[in-house]
Nanobody, 126 residues
């Protein structure tokens, strides 16, 4: 079965850290462009960070640059998002996604993606 499954979300205090995981099954994640997205209550789904297969580069939204880092483990077929210095405005449901289509910085745009995980909730609050 082709799917993505996120984990690692939870409740964390401002300034804290979390590492999200996205495990792929039924396909090889490294063959695709892959990204992390988030959706806060009442807002649209926005791109957080992605790795573009077309140019082998990582792209990160300005709102999280310097705090969030995307990485992957090909042996585990898993994508990660390390989130440091978390802020209340980072509270959202976080999703991973994969596609062959996005090129370059387009990988931050949700419309290109075909396969999505179910999401994991991240809440930053004291």
């Amino acid at each position: 079965q082709v799917q993505l499954v996120e984990s690692g979300g939870g409740l964390v205090q401002p300034g804290g850290s979390l590492r999200l995981s996205c495990a792929a099954s039924g396909f090889t994640l490294g063959d695709y462009t892959i990204g992390w997205f988030r959706q806060a209550p009442g807002k649209g789904r926005e791109g957080v960070s992605c790795f573009s297969r077309s140019d082998s580069r990582t792209y990160t939204a300005d709102s999280v640059k310097g705090r969030f880092t995307i990485s992957g483990d090909n042996a585990k077929n898993t994508l990660y998002l390390q989130m440091n210095s978390l802020k209340p405005e980072d509270t959202a449901i976080y999703y991973c996604a994969s596609s062959r289509r996005p090129r370059g910085r387009d990988c931050l745009s949700r419309g290109w993606y075909d396969l999505w995980g179910q999401g994991t909730q991240v809440t930053v609050s004291s």
